[in-house]
């Protein structure tokens, strides 16, 4: 008996994913051959999710993981350029610094988060996929000497993010966790 309320509820919820997504039968079904339990319809926007944390929620992480962090405004305002903000930032990108520290055993001093003033883009700062990291000559060495050089002054780790050499501090775009 509840293998049919079951089965009737499945069928319910695939029926209205199917209408609100504007997918016909037709394209949800899948090629032969495929397994596949939901193909949206070409014009469907497919977008992944991303789970956001607080400034409280970062730092947090951050100190228990002995990642500093510093602003030339010594404040966390998103809003404010001279702030270093973590409002909005990846549990991902945290991941990444976390993992990167382990990793490399160096001490780890944050001077850029989500705040305003970095360039746009999907992968930004802004958008919780960057951070910004002083130069410290073991963090660098760690870099160096463990990823792969790609040309003007980046590096990417086997996991794909890309560290990027600037004048004054490392640009850091965390597509992932870096293993975590």
């Known amino acids: 008996m509840r293998t049919g309320r079951f089965r009737a509820a499945l069928v319910a919820a695939a029926v209205a994913l199917l209408s609100i997504t504007g997918a016909t039968t037709a394209s949800a079904a899948p090629a032969t051959g495929q397994d596949v339990a939901f193909q ?7 977008t992944a999710l991303v789970t956001k944390l607080s400034h ?13 962090w510093s602003s030339s405004g010594n404040c966390s305002n998103r809003y404010n350029s001279t702030c270093t903000s973590f409002e909005q930032i990846n549990l991902t990108t945290v991941q990444g610094a976390e993992t990167l520290k382990r990793a490399s055993g160096c001490a780890m001093n944050i001077t850029g ?9 999907t992968y930004s700062h802004w958008n919780g996929y960057k951070l910004d990291y002083s130069l410290y000559s ?7 000497g463990n990823f792969t050089y790609i040309g003007g002054n980046k590096w990417q780790s086997g996991s794909g993010n890309i560290y990027y050499l600037e004048s004054n501090h490392w640009d850091v775009t965390y597509y992932n966790c870096g293993g975590c």
């Open 40 to 46: 949206p319809a070409a014009e469907t926007p497919v």
């Open 56 to 68: 409280s929620e970062a730092a947090a992480r951050f100190r228990a993981a002995g990642i500093t």
């Open 113 to 121: 988060g989500t705040e305003t003033g970095h360039a746009s883009g």
């Open 138 to 144: 073991c963090l660098g060495n760690y870099i160096r």
